[in-house]
């Protein structure tokens, strides 16, 4: 490792004591001294996109603002770098997530001994930094699909000093040359286990990633490996990360628009109680209710208020319609091979009555076949979580 050039100490003590703050607890040693050891701004290009706050992004570009840019990367803030198809397809992420993230693949003392550890979702590069902050470069690989991004973050790891394995490819295949791993820590989110993960991680060894389903892009998966090729873990309550992208040619077609109505009805369940922000129901009903996805409507074309709600595989969509007055009752149309309502009222009713569990109290097995098996565990017991697509969808 070549000497890193500084990050600015006042933004540097400011990032801590935001990351500190944020975390409620003080970082151990190592962590501490890598997030001062990597200087932020050498990983960031010079046009960012913050949050505004009501939805979108502005833009933070360092040709015009150059001081704003600076306080920016040293902001305990995500900021993206990245669009494709204006959505955001890359970014640095915030780092107390990062940091969490650390914390709970358990790199312990960190140095030499720690063992191999995995990237998944280069980037910048800033994530991998801090690992070889860490750990020692000798033992860090990092793997990114978007070769551009790839090149990027080894030239920015480069210019601050680092200097792991970075590789191009994509991800869902592990990177097989560096393997086995203690630790595989992944940077985005992903709905399943790819098997290749299972396969590259010792007995023992931690998987870490964030979650993601349909219906709710929230949770972070811990798992331990063991003997058997088999790993179990947890859910843990916080981070929303960008979904793992998949190489061209293997994504979906999407949800078709709607088409001809077939079933109208009444429901009683509020549309809000499903999608308006509950974190563990719609955790829930992502596991349960495979591939559904809901946008509100508040454009009054249809209603007041819809919920609308499609199928990633399938024409079928369903709509929940509030006429600004009654709060018991909306009206629902349904279409499609799939009643999407039915499923929402069914895995919301199944929440209810496991007493409304929280992320935190759902576990995770998972093989190298591809077999998930999702339990919550209540107050009265352990429950298995049903959900159609788990084995299927593993290719
Ligand atoms: C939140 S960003 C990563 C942040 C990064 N670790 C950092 O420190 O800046 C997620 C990254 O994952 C990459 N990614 C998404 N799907 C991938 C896949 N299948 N294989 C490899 N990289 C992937 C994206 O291109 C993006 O750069």
């Given at each position: 490792m070549k000497t890193s050039p500084a990050a600015p100490t006042a933004h540097a003590d400011r990032l801590l004591a935001d990351v500190t703050e944020l975390l409620g607890r003080q970082l151990p040693p190592g962590y501490e001294r890598a997030l001062r050891t990597v200087p932020r701004h050498l990983f960031l290009p010079g046009r960012l996109w913050l949050r505004d706050g009501e939805g979108g992004y502005r833009l933070c570009d360092r040709s015009t603002d150059p001081d704003g840019w600076l306080t920016a990367a040293y902001l305990d803030i995500p900021l993206v770098t990245q669009f494709t198809d204006g959505l955001p397809s890359s970014?640095?992420?915030?780092?107390?997530?990062?940091?969490?993230?650390?914390?709970?693949?358990?790199l312990d003392g960190g140095g030499a001994g720690a063992g191999r550890v995995l990237e998944l979702g280069t980037g910048t590069g800033f994530n991998a930094a801090l690992l070889c902050a860490f750990l020692g470069e000798g033992v860090v690989s990092t793997v990114e699909l978007d070769p551009v991004l790839a090149a990027q973050g080894e030239r920015n790891l480069e210019a601050a000093g680092f200097a792991p394995a970075v590789s191009c490819g994509d991800a869902a295949e592990g990177w097989p040359p560096g393997a086995p791993y203690e630790r595989v820590i992944a940077t985005f989110s992903v709905d399943r286990v790819p098997p290749a993960w299972l396969e590259q991680t010792t007995a023992g060894g931690?998987?870490?990633?964030?979650?993601?389903?349909?219906?709710?892009?929230?949770?972070?998966?811990?798992?331990?490996?063991?003997?058997?090729?088999?790993?179990?873990?947890?859910?843990?309550?916080?981070?929303?990360f960008m979904p793992m992208q998949r190489p061209r040619s293997c994504q979906g077609t999407g949800p078709a628009a709607p088409g001809h109505a077939q079933h109208r009805g009444v429901t009683s369940l509020?549309?809000?109680?499903?999608?308006?922000?509950?974190?563990?129901?719609?955790?829930?009903?992502?596991?349960?209710?495979?591939?559904?996805?809901?946008?509100?409507d508040t454009s009054g074309e249809y209603a007041p208020t819809r919920l609308h709600i499609a199928d990633e595989e399938s024409p079928s969509w369903a709509?929940?319609?509030?006429?600004?007055?009654?709060?018991?009752?909306?009206?629902?149309?349904?279409?499609?091979?799939?009643?999407?309502?039915?499923?929402?009222?069914?895995?919301?009713?199944c929440w209810e009555m496991l007493e409304r569990p929280r992320i935190g109290q759902y576990r995770l097995s998972v093989n190298m076949a591809g077999d998930h098996t999702v339990t919550v565990e209540t107050g009265r017991g352990t429950s298995e979580i049903a959900n159609p697509t788990w084995r299927a969808c593993i290719t």
């Open positions: 970014s640095a992420s915030m780092p107390s997530m990062v940091l969490r993230t650390l914390l709970l693949a358990g931690r998987i870490v990633t964030p979650w993601t389903s349909a219906w709710c892009r929230y949770g972070t998966l811990e798992l331990t490996t063991g003997r058997d090729g088999t790993a179990h873990g947890r859910f843990h309550a916080f981070a929303s509020s549309p809000w109680r499903v999608a308006g922000g509950d974190l563990d129901a719609e955790f829930h009903l992502g596991l349960t209710v495979p591939g559904a996805s809901f946008a509100w709509a929940v319609d509030y006429d600004g007055r009654s709060a018991d009752r909306f009206t629902v149309t349904q279409a499609g091979p799939r009643l999407l309502w039915d499923e929402i009222t069914t895995g919301y009713t």
